[in-house]
């Protein structure tokens, strides 16, 4: 799988705000340590640290794998197996082969693969770009 874009979606943004949650909730994590330090004896700044890593890996690996789907987000989920028929165009624009094909689609927030199977040939993807479109 491979990294693709979205129009209009900034992931750097995603990424801020799974910062932010991180530090806040390992912040109430660390207290809740500190006051269990004379058990443990590890410094309350390692805990806070390895507390708000921790805390990060496991949102974007909620994120990256279930929450990305809500509509809230507006990524497009392209998931699935899709049969279909194509075109292969002249220069003119008149049609030189009509071909039928599927396309298989494994998509999370952070990378997609796209791999098209026809009767002739096959190809797998390299790169994407998502755009949506409004209306019928």
Known sequence: MHDYAVFGHDRAAIG??????SIAVAGGIS???ALASNLSGI????KAT??????YLV?????????????YFEVPNINGTWELTGQTL?????TKYDWEG???IEQNWKSILIHLK?????????????SRRFGP
């Open 43 to 46: 410094d309350a700044f390692a």
């Open 102 to 104: 599927c396309i298989g």
């Open 50 to 55: 390895i507390t708000t890593g921790i805390v």
């Open 59 to 71: 949102l974007h690996w909620f994120f990256n794998k279930w929450v990305w789907k809500i509509p």
């Open 16 to 21: 801020r705000w799974l910062g932010f949650i």
């Open 90 to 94: 002249n220069d003119d624009g008149t």
């Open 31 to 33: 207290q809740i340590l």
């Open 118 to 130: 026809t009767k002739n040939s096959q190809s797998e993807s390299y790169t994407a770009t998502l």
